[in-house]
């Protein structure tokens, strides 16, 4: 088929999934922990108050079964810890801890120099600042069109 907003889409995911497999690798191999581990960091950092489970679930685009094993793989690590809200006890709140902090720390700067080498090197400052532009134009509408995952 020609259509060029197939296309377009293909070309979207298929840089994506290498994306994510070729910057991934490199995070798990330098810093030990997977890239969902990382976002799940970059969000509690953005947080010291903790982030509720279901927050992170949706913001992260898992189930909250995944979202659940994942946080329970990051606090057998040390990296995050797990409570119960103050103001509602039915809520879990999952917050960054000192080790946690630190791994983000290092992760984040050897993400950068693989950012650097294969984004920011192959796109001009002008191609790049595009791209975020309409890929966060997109990200906002699918955020609003998605239902919750289960």
């Known amino acids: 088929m020609g259509d060029s907003r197939i296309r377009a889409f293909g070309v979207l995911l298929g840089t994506a999934a290498r994306l994510e497999r070729l910057l991934g690798g490199a995070m798990e191999r330098e810093s030990g922990i ?46 995050v810890e797990r409570c119960r809200s103050q103001s509602d006890k039915r809520v879990q709140l999952v917050t960054l801890t000192g080790e946690g902090e630190r791994t983000l720390v290092a992760a984040a700067r050897r993400h950068v120099r693989e950012l650097d080498r294969h984004v920011s090197g192959t796109l001009s400052p002008a191609q790049a600042a595009s791209m975020l532009d309409g890929l966060d134009r997109l990200g906002r509408h699918a955020r609003e069109a998605l239902p919750p995952l289960g």
């Not at 969000?43 to 927050?55: R, S």
């Not at 992260?60 to 057998?76: E, N």
């Open 34 to 79: 997977s890239h969902p581990m990382f976002e799940v960091l970059l969000h509690l950092a953005a947080a010291p108050e903790g982030v509720p489970m279901g927050d992170l679930s949706r913001d992260l685009v898992l189930t909250s079964g995944g979202a659940t094993r994942l946080v329970d793989r990051m606090v057998a690590a040390g990296l």
